[in-house]
């Protein structure tokens, strides 16, 4: 393992608790809640083993991620460097484990910093504590009314337009895109400039 971060948790989930061993294995739960909040996380779900050449080995991946949808993955969570220095040692492990998950109607995955982290992960950990965050009903209503009204409604505009707080605008904006009311772009920096709409 990279020592370079070694950071052991556990993060709550709304279907439990996972358990990581890395930040980046922390990432990786942090954005798949994000994105899936029903999502299930286990942390080394099972040790498998199986034959390289002469040997025996085992193998044990970082997560058995069930999504909402019913579909499962057994992932793991490696930093590219990682993966390049020790292919030759992981990839029979590699082999096992994606006959392992098609036996069970599953997939394997590898997941890099490539994948994880960016922008998407950072507004994740931006808007995954407002979900549950209380609304001010009447400023929610007149957000939602200038999304509605405004020509092509951008983040800044909305804020100009609503006659409260402006901190208070802020604060609703932000509870209203965590909560899936207002919807934005979050594969990218949310700026004054970034498009919002209401499905």
Known sequence: MSRRSHVTGFQPLST?????????????????????????????????????????RRYTPDFL?????????????????????????LRPGFVAARAWAHEREATFRIA???SIRGPLLENAKRL????????????ADQVLLAVRSIHAPTFGGVLVAVPE????????LWR????????????????LATQISAP
């Open 16 to 56: 439990g608790t996972a358990e990581h061993e890395s930040a980046l294995e922390r990432d990786f739960v942090t954005l798949s809640s994000f994105l899936d909040a029903g999502v299930s996380i286990t942390s080394q779900p099972v040790t498998i083993t199986f034959r390289d050449g002469t040997q025996s």
């Open 65 to 89: 991620v069930r999504w909402s949808e019913r579909r499962a993955e057994l992932i793991e969570v490696k930093y590219r460097a990682d993966l390049c220095t020790n292919w030759d040692r």
């Open 112 to 114: 890099t910093e490539r």
């Open 128 to 139: 995954l504590p407002l979900r549950s965050a209380p609304l001010e009903p009447e400023i």
């Open 165 to 172: 707080n402006r901190p208070a605008v802020l604060a609703t």
């Open 176 to 191: 209203l895109i965590a909560q899936r009311t207002l919807q934005v772009d979050l594969t990218a920096p949310v700026t």
